[in-house]
């Protein structure tokens, strides 16, 4: 009984040696990389955002110069 014993741990070993080392560490180092690519990814949106911002500022920078109005007017057409 004790051989018998022996080769169900030695077995299960086997098996929880395979599950650790097929599953376990190939599904973190996956997840790992795609936390990272995410992450770059993420910077990159956020750097093209900020150029973005960038090339309209100087355009909104350029107060609009204020209408002033001179007593009422009103637009119209002539009517025939």
């Not at 190939?26 to 990272?36: A, F, M, T």
């Not at 920078?61 to 637009?75: H, T, W």
């Amino acid at each position: 009984m004790n051989i018998f014993r022996l080769a169900a741990e030695l077995f299960l070993i086997y098996l929880l040696y395979k599950f650790i080392f097929d599953f376990i560490i190939p599904v973190y180092e996956s997840s790992k990389k795609i936390k990272k690519q995410f992450g770059e990814m993420q910077e990159k949106m956020q750097n093209n955002m900020n150029q973005y911002q960038n090339q309209q500022k100087p355009a909104q920078s350029q107060p609009a110069k204020p209408v002033q109005k001179e007593g009422d007017y009103i637009d119209f057409e002539e009517v025939k």
